[in-house]
């Protein structure tokens, strides 16, 4: 492998502060940030004036469709998203078919991503009320998923008698999709036939996600257990875990329950239908100042493509969900350059804390012996998002036509560039994940 020197960008270094400089790469990692690096002719060079270089993404949630729904998505069109977005790596939910619930469907999947991933690769192991052996043991996994509410089928694991057996053995980390599902099917009834998208928000209320997030807080309590919450989407819940979060929980946010909220249902109609919610406006904002006090500890897209033909069926038979990898971190990037926060939170947000959380070793920061998953971005063109050049399948996005910077210019996964300037090489593959126990 060719080394490669990045000269000039300005690098975003661990203590957050930025370096112009030069960063070499060889066999795949850092191995030298320097104001200046010197190096042989056998080596490939980037010239980043003028441009930034920030960790690769890390999406610690994302539904990519395969094996079973290729259709609304599959691993190398999601990881064709991902490389354009910045995304390096990412951790994939088990609501595919079959369900990822055991050993055979977590090496199915790994198979499938070794073979069509463009970036790395890691999947959740999905809770039934039967699979606990398969729970305890199933390896590479980054964590148990429990579907608390929202889900139908096997993934569904709403009553407290099946969730606790999940808490109170093991201890490898368990996220939970927190949504009180006995409220939504109660309140499914009581708004029933109302056909306006916007009666959604209404129906999974916010008490709907207190209710989940408090009972979930309580069992991790009980049993000292490792527990991630996942798609925080209301103000009361921010406000709970300001008062109650034990040190060993975590909770994300997304960019859409940041930046969008209920008022979307009147331009872009079920495209802005996802679970949980979009929220009142009034919880944008004390969403962000949870994330900006650290009680919410990082973000995730919940990356969730539909057909538009599926989107198109009317409320209640369109499906919730929306895609995301590919505009999150210029989303983020834009607000910072508002002046929101600053870019070194966003990589905070969007690199650092993920792989802490989910313990992936070596990746996350720029630093020597760390692995060269980087993105080069641009802070200083604003461009809008545009579908025709969406890469997701689903080929819509709830934010089309935003005025976006900080959009990826070079994307490199393992030293190896797989997005430059518009363009993918394909040929590269993603690594699997490893999650330190
Ligand atoms: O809106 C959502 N859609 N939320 C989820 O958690 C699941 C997802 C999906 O898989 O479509």
Known sequence: MTPLLIRHPRILLPDGEFLLGDILIEQGQIVQ?????????ATNIIDATGLTLLPGVIDPQVHFREPGLEYKEDLF???????????TSFLEMPNTRPLTT????????????????LVNYGFFIGATAENLPDLLTANPVC???????????????????????????????????????ARILQRRQEFAGITDPAIHSQIQDEIVALNATKLAVKLSRKYQRRLHILHLSTGIEAQFLRENKPSWVTAEVTPQHLLLNTEAYEKIGTLAQMN??????????????????????????????????????????????????????????????????????????????????Y????????????????????????????REELQTKCAWTPFEGWNLTGWPVITIVGGNIVYERGKLNTEIRGKALRFVQ
Request: aromatic letters at 4%; proline letters at 8%; glycine letters at 8%.
């Open 33 to 41: 940030i320097a104001p200046e690096i010197t190096v042989s002719s």
């Open 143 to 181: 964590g148990i998923k429990i579907f608390m509410g929202s889900s139908h089928g096997a993934l569904l694991v709403s009553q407290a008698a099946q969730i606790e057996p999940i808490f109170a053995q093991g201890d490898r980390l368990i996220a939970v999709h927190a949504e009180d599902q």
């Open 77 to 87: 069109t999601a990881s064709c998203a991902c490389a354009k977005g910045g995304v």
């Open 276 to 357: 949980p919610p979009l929220r009142s406006p009034d919880n944008n904002q004390i969403l962000w100042q949870a994330l900006l006090d650290g009680v919410i500890d990082f973000i995730a897209t919940d990356h969730a493509p539909h057909t538009l033909e599926e989107k198109a069926k009317g409320y209640p038979n369109s499906p919730s969900g929306m895609p995301g990898v590919e505009t999150s971190l210029p989303l983020m990037l834009t607000q910072a350059m508002a002046g929101k926060c600053s870019v070194s939170q966003v990589s905070h947000w969007m690199s650092t804390k993920p792989a802490e959380a």
């Open 359 to 386: 313990k992936i070793p070596n990746k996350g920061l720029i630093k020597p012996g760390y692995d060269a998953d980087l993105v080069l971005v641009d802070l200083d063109n604003y461009c809008p998002v545009l």
């Open 102 to 117: 055991t050993q055979a469907a977590i090496d199915q999947k790994l198979h499938l991503a070794s073979q069509k991933c």
